[in-house]
């Protein structure tokens, strides 16, 4: 049992430390880190597509982040070919998976709001028509507004048994 208030730090909480075990799994090792050249060359030569759960969880903001802050990570670690084959695999990783979900094809072949609107003002450019010439040069009917104090009153036409609108009876 591990108490928490001792004073000498205790060998088991060292090894507990999360980032001594990341450090540790991306130590460069020849064996390992040449396993691991062969498997990036191979992923990124052949066209391997990204299985339909991994491309979705890599697919968005947070998990491309994470696979750029991976490969990053390795390259840092290990500053040889097998860093610079990671970064060109996480790349791979990340167009390959929006290929698999189909954004790059809405980013791609989508077009934009702007170019929607770029595409209306185009379409919508035509020179003013015949009617609309002379309905401009067509005096207006009404010039000034009505008198005040017009003594005319407007008159119904035949209801055909339809109720006023003004009727209480509905």
């Known amino acids: 049992m591990i108490y928490m208030n001792s004073l000498k730090p205790l060998k088991v909480m060292k090894a507990m430390n999360p980032m001594k075990a990341f450090n540790k799994v ?3 090792k020849k064996g390992r880190e040449a396993l691991l050249l062969v498997v990036l060359v191979v992923y990124i030569l052949t066209n391997v597509q990204t299985p339909g759960p991994l491309a979705k969880v890599v697919d968005n903001v947070y998990g491309n982040v994470a ?3 991976l490969a990053i990570a390795f390259f840092m670690k290990t500053k040889s070919v097998a860093g610079v084959l990671s970064l060109v695999a996480a790349y791979e990783l990340i167009k390959r998976s929006s290929m698999n979900t189909g954004s790059h094809a809405l980013r791609n072949f989508v077009p934009s709001e ?10 919508n450019e035509f020179p003013m028509t015949l009617e609309e010439e002379m309905v401009a040069k067509l005096a207006p009917l009404v010039k000034h507004a009505p008198a005040a104090n017009a003594n005319y009153k ?3 036409s035949d209801l055909h048994e339809a109720a006023s609108a003004t009727s209480d009876d509905m």
């Open 154 to 156: 407007p008159i119904l």
């Open 67 to 69: 696979v750029t802050l």
């Open 26 to 28: 991306l130590k460069p």
């Open 114 to 123: 702007h170019k929607k609107l770029a595409d209306f003002a185009k379409y």
